[in-house]
């Protein structure tokens, strides 16, 4: 097949660590490699946010990156984006009837109106995976939530006239039948984890001794839940935290989120136990991750969360919350804890408890890393990807139909 991929502000060769840079970067780029390694042709469509980046760029074997001219050639917060997505639209549209692909697989609520205002008109069908349900963000983070207010409308409305919904948990499922989406046209797909570098087996980095280690791989934004870890050191002794995630570590306290998780370690007396790593290579995370007693994840909201399952794909037991896709993929008291967002209390009991039960540990580990390799690895999601597409016959006739309308 051919497949049109549409990531709007999430490029697949985007720097990671940033405030827009995370999980659905990581998702994209790995699940278009995995399609394009089962023979498939993948072009992520972009915005541009370079004026130097070529138009076309190769990811990997078979899968393009495109950089479509939509607004500014500069980088903008997402959430300020949408005014730009109906010249996104305009030049999909212009580009995919010249070279069609035989669907359109949008990331992102943004991506979505874009790709169903670009093939609808060419009779094009349109899957899409919504990564977050502004819904949700808002129920979560109230006035804080810096989402456009038209965010809800447009995602009813993708809702409704998409082709298909690839719903990556079990809870979003649920909160897309809430917005009236019909059951036979959403399939769950989880996000996956790359197999080949995270393993159990490999370096570990070295730490201090007499210590024990607690890990937290994220983007430096609130409802990360970064704080609540931070608190909850107080009553882990003997017991160092280690914070990978943000920009470069030089620049850390220049950025607002970093000097206020800086300031609140502070503020605990726990400055001297917490280690601010800022930008981590990718490929250095899993020693970082070996490394660890547990890993600890506790956002107060999370759709999916690809994190647990590179710690789990390393051997790691995680302590997480008890949200949105962390419930499908951290199966309580087998691959590690869950507890309750905004407790630090509770995670300090589970990670004491951990901490003191190394058998219990390497137990956890143990299943985490062989139900991570069994369920969550790229081929199996890409698979799982493309057999949704297979729903989509039927929706391509109905798509030129409604083209003719």
């Not at 503020?267 to 070996?290: C, E, I, T």
């Not at 008890?322 to 300090?348: F, K």
């Not at 799982?384 to 929706?395: D, E, Q, R, V």
Request: net charge neutral.
């Amino acid at each position: 097949m051919t497949v049109a991929m549409v990531s709007e502000h999430a490029s697949p060769l985007a720097v990671l660590g940033g405030v827009d840079a995370g999980g659905q970067n990581v998702h994209v780029a790995a699940l278009a490699t995995a399609m394009a390694q089962l023979g498939n042709e993948v072009v992520v469509h972009t915005r541009r946010e370079d004026p130097d980046m070529p138009r076309r760029v190769q990811l990997a074997p078979g899968v393009v990156v495109d950089h479509v001219d939509a607004g500014p050639a500069r980088p903008v917060p997402k959430d300020e984006l949408l005014p730009y997505m109906d010249d996104f639209a305009t030049e999909l549209r212009r580009r995919w009837r010249t070279d069609r692909p035989d669907v359109v697989h949008a990331h992102f609520w943004m991506s979505g109106k874009a790709s169903l205002d670009a093939a609808w008109p060419i009779g094009i069908p349109v899957v899409q995976t919504f990564h977050a349900l502004g819904v949700v963000k808002r129920r979560n983070q109230g006035a804080k939530d810096t989402s456009p207010p038209e965010r809800e409308d447009v995602e009813r409305s993708i809702v409704e006239r998409c082709d298909h919904i690839v719903a990556t948990c079990s809870d979003e499922l649920f909160e897309l039948l809430r917005l009236g989406g019909d059951a036979s046209r959403i399939s769950i797909v989880p996000c996956g984890v790359d197999v080949r570098l995270f393993t159990p087996d490999g370096p570990a980095e070295s730490r201090p001794t007499g210590r024990h280690r607690l890990v937290v791989v994220s983007r430096l934004v609130e409802r990360k839940g970064i704080g609540n870890v931070i608190e909850a050191l107080v009553d882990i002794p003997d017991t160092e935290l280690v914070v990978a995630g943000g920009p470069p570590r030089e620049e850390l306290r220049a950025d607002a989120q970093a000097a206020r998780l800086l300031a609140l370690a502070d503020s605990y007396g726990v400055a001297d136990r917490v280690d601010f790593r800022g930008r981590v290579d990718r490929n250095a995370l899993p020693a970082l991750y070996r490394s660890a007693d547990a890993v600890v994840c506790v956002p107060w909201y999370e759709p999916f969360g690809i994190v647990p399952l590179e710690a789990m794909a390393c051997g790691v037991p995680v302590i997480a919350s008890a949200v949105g896709g962390l419930v499908d993929s951290v199966v309580d008291g087998l691959t590690g804890v869950h507890v309750p967002t905004r407790r630090p209390d509770a995670v300090a009991e589970v990670a004491r408890d951990l901490l003191s039960r190394p058998a219990k540990r390497r137990a956890l580990g143990r299943a985490g890393a062989t139900r991570a390799r069994k369920r969550f690895a790229w081929s199996r999601v890409a698979m799982s990807t493309l057999a949704t597409y297979a729903f989509l016959p039927a929706a391509a006739e109905a798509g030129a139909g409604r083209s003719r309308q």
